[in-house]
């Protein structure tokens, strides 16, 4: 299974974008990678997936806010979220699956705040 190492978050003004990234320290071609995200007191939630083709799906709370994509080369994902508001205060984690099991991050602190 491979390791993961998020980065990109921070504090962001409301209404203000950010770009994630999940580093993997191997090949990540033909992985099933995601981006979850837990805030203080709530479950830990699905916030966007794509599969090893490119098919990408996205929760209801960030669709039209947000672009996930993978750079197979760079064994790297990627998540472009904008307009971003309170709500979306979280820890982000980053995910990867395969028949041999799922492999998670460390997570990287998003605030939202002005």
């Known amino acids: ?46 916030v966007a997936d794509i599969t090893s083709s490119g098919v990408t799906n996205y929760a209801d709370s960030v669709k039209g806010r ?13 998540m ?3 307009s971003l508001n309170a709500e979306d205060t979280a820890v982000y984690y980053c995910a990867a699956a395969s028949l041999a099991g799922r492999s998670w991050g460390q997570g990287t602190q998003v605030t939202v705040s002005s």
């Open 1 to 46: 299974q491979v390791q993961l190492v998020e980065s990109g978050g921070g504090l962001v003004q409301p209404g203000g974008s950010l770009r994630l990234s999940c580093a993997a320290s191997g090949s990540i071609f033909r992985l099933y990678m995601a981006w979850y995200r837990q805030a203080p007191g709530k479950q830990r939630e699905l």
């Open 66 to 78: 947000a672009t996930i994509s993978r750079d197979n080369a760079k064994n790297t994902i990627y």
């Open 80 to 82: 472009e979220m904008n």
